[in-house]
Structure formats: structure tokens, C-alpha cells
């Protein structure tokens, strides 16, 4: 049964193509190729037919655009050269095939993911995100060019440089924030409090760094992201990168700032938690900074941002939740700006 959106014949014909190694040593004829129901996107795993492991993935921009897959690409290739975050091999991205939407042809990596979504988080789930969040960082100045979404991916030798739109820190955050709260969800708090922070923000240009030592960025990243062999966090003494099987979906990576996205991941991760200080703590033990980092009143900001356009997308509107949801981002907003 195809997903009704990509055939498995598509599949198959962009994976004949070019060479794909983990594939190498088959025909067409003899994959097993099988959709992957979770997902905005057509995702689908690909191997030896008869054999219980598959051997690629194949994703396809169904509804994303090819820039948000291109920049992932870029984050897979800098991560694998500089660091030992377990990302998948890059085999092929074509952003504009004739014959269907964006695609990418990823190596395969097993595992379970550590949670489901930012609702039931453990401290040790929560340590893991700070452990690639860290490695995030260890990215060399020299292979990262800007801020933003990266655009490009530049090859000298066997260095790869990435290039981003914006040539410094804060006029990135700011036009990131008139993005998020351009256009609020139909909330009448959201809506009364939202046209403040981008002022706000831009009153306080001067304490967001020019040109701070930029990191691969995931705004939406989570437990959710990494995978284990059983689905267990990694032990809190043992090396986490030796216990993830995989780090996924790197869609839409940005360079920005390693506190910026250490003070997004603690918003996300924390946002349900009545009591936030364990997983808040695990959070940041792997880091070389605590929560406390200059600027975390504007980094908190351009995490609520995301609660500000999509909470129609994650809560329906109208429902008790959603209500609720908004009456808090608002509150929390609103209390930073009062500060």
C-alpha cells in the first residue's frame, strides 16, 4: 500500500539514479520499500527485500520547501566532518526533480526515539538534547559563513563551509521575531501582547552579540529527534554520542548562537512540566554554560515566538487547551517584557 501522496515506483526510480552504496549490491527489483506513517512529509525506508534492517530513507518535500531540505542536507554534512553527532550519510538531494517534489536519499539509522513529542520528557531525555546540543557548537568558525537559514553548502577540498543569509547575529533575530509575530494566532491575549516584542527586541539590539561563534540550530529539535537502540536515554556517565544510534530531521538548520538554542530546547522541553527544574538542569550539565546566559530574556522571546503563529497548529482552536496554552505564552511574554 503506497502513501497516497508518493508511489513506491517513485521511490524506486529515484534511487536508480545514482549510487547509492548501502544499496550497491541489489536490483530494483529486490527492495523492499515501505512508507513511514509518522511525519508532515512522504518519508520511506528502503532494503534488502527478505532482511529485517532497512538500508536508506528517502524523504521527500512533500509540503516543505526544498530550501528547508537543503539546509538540512547542509547541517547533516558539517555535523558529520566536525563532530560526533551520529547523523545520517547524505547519498543524494535533488531540489528540483522534474518528475516529483524535493528528495533526499539519507542512510538508514536504527534505534527508537527517546520520547513522542515535548509532553512526557525525562531528564535524561532531556540530557541527550544538551549532549548534540553541545556538539552543535563544536562547528569551526572557518566552515560557517553568517546567520540564519543556510542557504548553501561550499566545498574546498574536503572542508565543507556553510553559508547563511545574514551576515550578523541580531539583524538575523530580529527579522526571525517579525517573523514569528507577524502574524498571531486568533487569541485575544496572544493578539494584545504579541506587537510588542519585535520593539521590544530591537530596544535591545545592543545586548544580542554581532558576531558570536555560530552553531548548527534546530528550533523545533527534541527528544523526538534521537534515537537509541531501546529508546532509553544514554546512562548519565556514559558518553551520550556512543549511546545515540541517530540524530534526525535536521530540516530547516539554522546558524545562530549555542545558547540560542539551548534556551529554545529548554522552553520547548519544559513548557508542560509543573515542576521544569530537573529536566531544566539536565538540560544544561552537558553544556558549558548554565540557563543564566546573557540575553536569555530575548532568547526566551524568540522561543515563544513559535507558540505565538502555530498555536492553531498545535492545539485546536476554540479547545479548553488551546485557550489555556495561549493565556500562558502570552502571560510568560508579557512578564519578560515587565522586567
Do not use: Q
Request: net charge negative; charged share 25%; proline share 10%.
Amino acid at each position: 500500500m503506497d502513501s497516497g501522496r508518493v508511489a513506491r515506483d517513485t521511490v524506486r526510480r529515484v534511487l536508480t539514479r545514482g549510487s547509492v552504496p548501502a544499496l550497491s549490491d541489489t536490483v530494483p527489483a529486490e527492495w523492499a520499500i515501505e512508507p513511514v506513517d509518522a511525519g508532515f512529509n512522504d518519508v520511506f525506508v528502503v532494503g534488502h527485500d527478505g532482511t529485517a534492517r532497512p538500508a536508506v530513507a528517502v524523504k521527500f518535500a512533500t509540503f516543505s520547501e526544498a530550501d528547508d531540505v537543503r539546509a538540512g542536507v547542509a547541517a547533516c554534512r558539517l555535523l558529520a566532518r566536525f563532530t560526533s553527532v551520529p547523523v545520517p550519510t547524505v547519498y543524494a538531494f535533488e531540489p528540483d526533480p522534474a518528475d516529483g517534489p524535493p528528495f533526499v536519499v539519507l542512510e538508514y539509522r536504527p534505534g527508537e526515539p527517546l520520547a513522542t513529542g515535548y509532553r512526557d520528557v525525562s531528564p535524561g531525555a532531556a540530557r541527550a538534547v544538551g549532549a548534540v546540543v553541545a556538539a552543535c557548537g563544536r562547528v569551526p568558525a572557518a566552515a560557517a559563513d553568517g546567520y540564519g537559514m543556510i542557504r548553501s553548502l561550499e566545498t574546498a577540498g574536503e572542508s565543507p563551509r556553510a553559508v547563511a543569509a545574514f551576515e550578523d547575529w541580531p539583524t538575523f533575530a530580529l527579522d526571525y521575531a517579525d517573523r514569528l509575530y507577524d502574524e498571531p494566532a486568533t487569541h485575544d491575549a496572544i493578539a494584545a501582547i504579541a506587537p510588542a516584542v519585535p520593539e521590544y527586541l530591537r530596544e535591545h539590539r545592543d545586548r544580542l552579540p554581532s558576531e558570536p561563534a555560530p552553531a548548527v540550530v534546530l528550533t523545533d529539535f527534541s527528544p523526538e529527534n534521537i534515537r537509541t537502540a531501546t529508546g532509553d536515554p544514554p546512562a548519565a556517565d556514559a558518553d551520550p554520542m556512543e549511546a545515540i544510534t541517530g540524530v534526525l530531521d535536521l530540516e530547516r538548520a539554522r546558524l545562530a548562537p549555542r545558547a540560542f538554542m539551548a534556551v529554545n530546547a529548554e522552553y520547548l522541553l519544559t513548557r508542560y512540566l509543573s515542576d521544569p527544574g530537573p529536566v531544566r538542569r539536565a538540560l544544561y550539565e552537558p553544556l558549558p554554560f548554565g540557563p543564566d546566559v546573557p540575553a536569555r530574556d530575548l532568547y526566551r522571546l524568540l522561543a515563544l515566538g513559535r507558540s505565538v503563529g502555530a498555536l492553531p497548529i498545535w492545539y485546536e482552536p476554540g479547545s479548553e487547551e488551546y485557550e489555556r496554552r495561549g493565556a500562558a505564552v502570552a502571560a510568560e511574554i508579557e512578564a519578560v517584557l515587565d522586567r
